[in-house]
């Protein structure tokens, strides 16, 4: 099941990078919340629900891009958690550091996850308690790796006054700053140890960076100490949260 995620996401982000390298127009429109949404959202989006369909027609899907009301999901056990296209700033910025995020959610854990950057060529993968990274041909496993001064990796385009107030308090510690996704990964390999998140999120941007976290040892904790929940809840929020190695 996960080699098929894998070269799902792959073909996800073949369709982004057709957007991406100009061979097709950006169509660059707002949702209601004025979060930015591209003709390559929707071409990752096409591709991913099919690529499921096909896989697993019994489990239901909840994509960013389309996502399902409350009455037909709220007694959903098990479902694909999918943002096509994470990062979508960055993708408009050409920075590449943006991500197809795809997540099997069962009783509210994540319990696979693939994070893929398609620009940089790099997939991380979870299932069964173990992590990985495939990068140019290189499969190796991965896990959480303490430092000291420990490296903390916040977000390229949120900041906010309640980050910077926290990594003042914080004591030694250098900063790196990567867009989407990749911020859990960064933690699973060891090359990072935290990311504190206090700005707002969605259960689809973090589903299966969080399936990559803890594969690789690492804690995803809410402010008071939970773990993050995709128990499916009315609102798609998620409360603030940590990546950390305690």
């Not at 399936?211 to 939970?226: E, N």
Request: glycine share 8%; with cysteine; charged share 25%.
């Amino acid at each position: 099941m996960l080699d098929k995620i894998c070269q799902l996401a792959r073909e996800a982000g073949d369709a982004i990078m057709k957007v991406y390298d100009g061979q097709a127009p950006m169509d660059v429109a707002h949702k209601s919340d004025d979060s930015p949404v591209t003709a390559a959202d929707i071409a990752a989006h096409n591709v991913i629900v099919q690529g499921l369909t096909d896989l697993s027609p019994e489990i239901p899907i909840l994509s960013e891009e389309d996502p399902a009301g409350w009455e037909e999901r709220q007694h959903w056990q098990r479902y694909w958690l999918v943002d096509p296209l994470d990062g979508t700033k960055e993708f408009i910025k050409r920075n590449g550091e943006f991500t197809v995020n795809i997540a099997l959610i069962e009783n509210g854990k994540p319990v696979l996850g693939v994070v893929y950057a398609p620009v940089l060529q790099v997939m991380y993968s979870a299932a069964d308690g173990k992590a990985w990274k495939d990068e140019g041909g290189h499969h190796e496993q991965i896990q959480v790796r303490e430092a000291h001064p420990p490296l903390v990796v916040v977000s390229r385009s949120h900041s906010d006054t309640e980050l910077e107030d926290y990594l003042s308090q914080l004591g030694e510690h250098q900063t790196t700053a990567i867009g989407s996704s990749l911020k859990f990964c960064l933690v699973a390999e060891g090359k990072a140890q935290l990311y504190p998140r206090f700005g707002p999120t969605n259960i689809w941007d973090t589903g299966a960076g969080h399936a990559v976290a803890i594969a690789a040892g690492a804690y995803v904790h809410d402010w008071k100490g939970k773990t993050l929940d995709y128990t499916p809840r009315e609102s798609f929020l998620n409360p603030g949260f940590r990546v950390s190695l305690f």
